[in-house]
């Protein structure tokens, strides 16, 4: 299940499907899960034992190497992410980039570098699984328990979004319903 809050995360984040819900997980991805858990493992020895405790037992390096590959995986999101960007704007030109998501936004609106997003989308990557992610879950959980409320909902979100294009801020006007789940979630 943990796997899902960081593909959960990760899509809200960077925009990216991390493949968490494939038949065959990539080696990538398995690495950085992996990584995670890693780093919550040896976090407690990490920050509580002595400082020189850190050359002589395996835990903070074990910690660092678990932050390390997690600050990789960011670095290669967002790199794609620039390239993406980068792209839009050779084609389209700056009026005609649409901002698709979150770090979308916070790199066309200046609102954080390239550098600072580096630093910081992977610690919210982390602070995502604790709560967006489960958050996310209790909301799919419940609507599993009410189809029926499943199905209205699908239905007023395929009535009002048109097919094969993601929801806008707009659109959310439009959905009562979703704007009642959603409420209802975060209560």
């Known amino acids: 299940m943990a796997s899902v809050h960081y593909s959960a995360i990760c899509y809200i984040l960077f925009e990216k499907r991390i493949g968490c819900l ?11 899960v992996r990584s995670i858990g890693l780093m919550f493992q040896n976090s407690l020895y990490a920050t509580f034992l002595p400082k020189w405790t850190r050359s002589v037992l395996p835990f903070w390096k074990r910690y660092l190497d678990g932050w390390n590959v997690i600050f990789s995986f960011g670095k290669k999101l967002i790199d794609e992410k620039l ?19 979150y770090l979308h936004f916070l790199l066309t609106s200046g609102q954080l570098s390239p550098r600072e ?3 910081s989308l992977p610690e919210l990557l982390m602070a995502g699984v604790d ?21 209205a909902l699908h239905e ?14 707009k659109n959310f006007a439009h959905m009562p319903l979703l704007k009642a789940v959603l409420k209802e979630t975060l209560r």
């Open 22 to 32: 494939e038949r065959s997980i990539p080696e990538e991805t398995v690495t950085f």
């Open 131 to 151: 709560t967006t992610s489960n958050t996310l879950t209790w909301a799919l959980y419940h609507l599993s328990k009410h189809p029926e409320i499943q199905a």
């Open 83 to 101: 390239k993406e960007v980068e792209t839009q704007l050779q084609v389209a030109g700056p009026d005609g980039v649409q901002v698709s998501g």
């Open 117 to 119: 997003a580096m630093g």
């Open 156 to 169: 007023e979100v395929v009535g009002v979004v048109p097919a094969g294009q993601v929801p806008q801020h």
